[in-house]
């Protein structure tokens, strides 16, 4: 049997065209109803508990009776010759019903994609980058719904895509940067190298990461700054992530005279001991004599802090390079600095 969208010349529908017809509609019907109490039932079986499984029974256990009846209509329609009205109002059915249970199945496609491929991003962040391209995808499935709807009534969309596919070239030119932006996001919330909390430093600039957008990440600096940088030099950059770090080690050195007595050098590596164990979550590892310099000792020194704390620790370090101060002076240890003595002949 050949038929069209629409057949201007039929008259009267034959027993034949209402036959088939009515066996397409009540084939899909049954097939719907198959689909819903099919999901109702496995739902049961799997009983109280969230999982990725139970929310998609979920959803096909609530398509609504109007999208079945709808969808089963318009397969129907197909095969009978109406008048061209009858075919638009069942198309619009149609659209509707597509644009309803679409919209839901694909948010439970977004929901398994952020919990399996973002799994180490915050909530905060899930549920911007879930919102956005929420709004994204309903913005598609609309265009998609439309140009479905157009091509049922008979309206030619082949010139309106070579119209539209022109000019998405143009504009994929025009904002190409912010394209590349927009994906490189991705990269990073899937990737998780950094997640916001974390200190993070790219070339010269520290902070800490405050948000993760679909352009750009915020980072702030201990100065109060809001350092904004585009995605994608996230991407193309070496980023060190000190916020992974669960245990921080300190390496310093410290130079002091040469006029400092023998004994006292020796004594050094055990007033260190005292100044950096007696801190709580520190742990002395050790203090040398690492080199003797042109104007100077140098002693190198190394202890460990069980503090993912970047901030603290920090501080922890600026408050163990005051107590050595302190300490050094009152045993009369000198610090050195580059120095240079002449010696003038008379």
Not at 59 to 78: H, M, P, R
Not at 180 to 201: A, C, K, L, Q, V
Not at 231 to 237: D, I, P, T, Y
Not at 322 to 338: G, H, M, Q, S
């Amino acid at each position: 049997m050949e038929f069209s969208f629409f057949r201007e010349d039929a008259t009267v529908p034959s027993m034949q065209d209402f036959l088939l017809a009515g066996g397409v509609v009540v084939g899909f019907f049954v097939l719907f109803c198959l689909i819903k109490f099919g999901a109702r039932f496995l739902l049961a079986r799997l009983g109280k508990g969230a999982s990725l499984k139970k929310d998609f029974f979920v959803i096909l256990s609530g398509l609504s009776w109007y999208s079945g009846i709808s969808v089963a209509l318009f397969c129907g329609n197909l095969f009978l010759p109406f008048v061209k009205w009858i075919h638009v109002v069942f198309s619009g059915f149609f659209v509707v019903a597509l644009v309803i249970e679409l919209s839901g199945i694909l948010k439970f496609f977004l929901k398994v994609v952020m919990e399996k491929g973002f799994a180490h991003q915050d909530t905060k962040t899930k549920k911007n980058l879930t919102e956005i391209l929420n709004t994204l995808l309903q913005i598609l499935i609309w265009i998609l719904a439309a140009l479905i709807f157009f091509d049922t009534v008979g309206v030619a969309i082949t010139p309106l895509l070579a119209s539209l596919g022109v000019g998405g070239i143009a504009v994929a030119f025009a904002s190409q940067k912010l394209i590349e932006d927009f994906f490189s996001s991705f990269s990073i919330m899937g990737s998780s190298p950094f997640r916001i909390g974390d200190i993070i430093t790219i070339k010269d600039t520290t902070g800490t990461v405050k948000k993760i957008g679909l352009r750009s990440t915020t980072l702030l600096t201990v100065e109060d700054k809001s350092i904004i940088i585009p995605n994608r030099l996230l991407v193309a950059e070496i980023i060190e992530n000190s916020g992974t770090i669960k245990v921080r080690r300190k390496r310093f050195s410290l130079t002091i005279t040469y006029e400092t007595p023998l004994e006292k050098v020796r004594q050094i590596p055990k007033l260190l001991e005292q100044i950096i164990g007696k801190h709580k979550d520190v742990g002395f590892e050790w203090a040398v004599l690492r080199d003797l310099q042109a104007s100077c000792l140098e002693i190198y020194v190394s202890y460990v802090i069980n503090n993912d704390d970047w901030l603290n620790a920090t501080q922890l370090h600026s408050k163990i390079l005051e107590e050595i101060l302190e300490k050094f002076a009152e045993e009369k240890i000198d610090f050195a600095y580059p120095t240079q003595t002449l010696r003038l002949k008379k």
